[in-house]
């Protein structure tokens, strides 16, 4: 019998992130619908049965299977799939369509979605930390918030502060800055609010998503200061290999510097 109550009690003192939980816990759901047991037959036939999925999710989900396995002290071993290593980075929302979002929000008066989206695109935050700045990590200019078994300082940018204190003024200190109608957001909420504006205000629905204003933050940042390390540390990257993706030309612009040089 698969034991899922326990596995999850395991992953929170563990201290992982909610999001992590909750993606382990829904293949471990997936598995216990199939299985009695966790064994290397199971597993494996289990993994064959996403094959036709991204291989990034095929590995999450042999990630989860060996978690449960090292919770129960039988620790399995399930070869990966390859992943190609992304050399640039795609569908970040272009300075034109960042403009016209905010224009369009403003022509609704929509302060609140203004303050969501300056936080994303000013912070380089990730949507899960986002959703955790509040009124007094503005006010003193950062926050600390513990991710991924380390704490990673968030700067607030003075620009920042200056552009969204009248829309938060009257929050409390406490109180989360990015929020949806009722007050707290949720990531998903972040994700589904930024797809009905993509539909209503004629923007690609592939740009709008929570991570590409962490990216549009990188490429702009990058643009005024070269210092890599420090953007990585900025990032909450390990080390700058995983940053210097963002000095490295997306394919459409590889592309067209492909056709303007290539005329012999």
Known sequence: MIDLKGFELFLKEEELAQNTIDSYMTT??????RYDEINKTNAIEFKQSFMSFKPKTVNAKITAIEKYSTYIGEPLKIKRLKVQKISHVENVITKQQYKKLLKCLEAEKNYRWITNILVLAKTGARASEAIKITKGDVTKGYTDIYTKGKVRRIYIPKSLKDEIWENISELKDS????RGRFGEITTRGLSQQLINFAKRFDIPLKVMHPHS??????LNFLERNKDIALL????????????MIYLRKSSEQQKKEIDKAVDW
């Open 213 to 218: 204003f962490r990216h549009f933050f990188a």
């Open 28 to 33: 471990m759901r997936q598995y216990a619908s």
């Open 175 to 178: 109180d989360t800055v990015v």
């Open 232 to 243: 990585a540390d900025l990032l909450g990257h390990s080390g700058v290999n995983t940053t």
